[in-house]
């Protein structure tokens, strides 16, 4: 088994028991025991897709995590809390609450490259400890800005709501109920409702997001909140697409065991190569691809530059790149 089992993750699922899931698929399905692990940390309250390198396809899982993703996130504008989503305390309201056009003029300022400070609750090191066990513990941490990308950022029609029907606006339910009423949906879609009218004040907003490796969705909702001049927090958070991997391809735990049960977990199994759908093919002969395999550098080959996927008649050899006609190995793959 080399290849990929991408996870629709649900609500409060860590990323490392979506790979303890697929292990205990395999196990349970009498498969060969190979190793596993997942292409990009999706945060407990986060849904979505979660790929799950197998075997050789877990070289591949560094590309990956460095691949582009795309978010769907609903902001609720009037409370911000200390993680910036639901499950955090309250530390700032405010009364203030933006209108749909209002939100869509913000919103070019925050797209292209931008400098974004992540939230304290975070996995990112400092000092070799984590951000989030810092701030656990009681202490202040200060974060750094770092710069991102936001490849493009709009509004999805449909589901900005009115404060007249939001729960928790001017009161109401606190931070994390409100995120309990959003998850209703097996697989935590955002609220659809009538559109608002033109004018309304709006109390929450769900936009979709197109962004690089290292962006926090979090700390985009508290700065475009900022932006229109009050706070709020994250209580929708769904990836629906990481590198070449979409909702489409997705699986839910239960199709997983019922796999596991029939022992037909290659039926839901994407080769090694879906995960190098971006990148384009070089074709080998057996003798090229016998010294590619050795880790030998070809020469005088004709190829465009760049990184590129290596065949033979079998399959993918090896992740090479090419540069002024010399193809020289970056990974290989033991298949």
């Not at 097996?186 to 979709?208: F, K, M, S, V």
């Not at 926090?216 to 706070?231: F, K, M, N, P, Q």
């Not at 994407?270 to 080998?284: F, K």
């Amino acid at each position: 088994m080399h290849g990929w089992i991408i996870i629709d993750k649900p609500l409060g699922l860590g990323s490392t028991q979506g790979v303890s899931a697929v292990k205990r698929a395999l196990r349970e399905g009498g498969y060969p025991k190979v190793k596993v692990g997942h292409g990009g940390t999706l945060d407990p309250l986060a849904t979505g897709v979660l790929p799950i390198a197998l075997g050789e396809a877990t070289k591949l899982a560094g590309r990956m995590l460095d691949a582009s993703k795309i978010y769907d996130f609903t902001i609720s504008f009037g409370t911000e809390t200390d993680g910036l989503d639901a499950e955090g305390a309250v530390v700032a309201t405010s009364d203030v609450r933006p209108t749909l056009a209002e939100v869509e003029a913000i919103l070019p300022r925050f797209t292209g490259p931008i400098a974004q400070i992540p939230p304290a609750y975070s996995a990112i090191k400092i000092d070799g400890k984590r951000a989030y066990d810092r701030a656990r513990a009681g202490e202040v941490v200060e974060m750094k800005a770092r710069e991102v990308e936001v490849y493009s950022l709009q509004f999805l029609p449909g589901t900005g709501r009115g404060t007249a029907r939001v729960a928790g606006a001017g009161g109401g339910s606190p931070p994390a109920q409100q995120a309990l009423d959003n998850a209703d949906s097996p697989l935590h879609q955002p609220a659809a409702g009538p559109p608002p009218r033109p004018g309304e004040e709006l109390g929450d907003i769900t936009l979709t997001a197109h962004v690089s490796k290292g962006t926090y969705i979090r700390s985009l909702a508290r700065d475009i909140s900022h932006a229109l001049g009050t706070v709020g927090h994250v209580t929708m958070l769904r990836r629906t697409k990481a590198g070449p991997f979409g909702l489409d391809r997705a699986i839910s735990l239960d199709i997983l065991e019922n796999h596991a049960k029939a022992r037909t977990l290659e039926d839901i199994c994407l080769p090694l190569e879906a995960g190098l759908d971006d990148i384009p093919a070089l074709v080998l002969t057996p003798d090229l691809a016998r010294l590619i395999r050795q880790g030998r550098v070809l020469d005088g080959i004709a190829a465009d530059e760049g990184l590129h996927c290596a065949w033979d008649e079998h399959g993918p050899v090896a992740l090479v790149n090419v540069e002024d006609g010399n193809v020289r190995v970056v990974r290989g793959f033991n298949l």
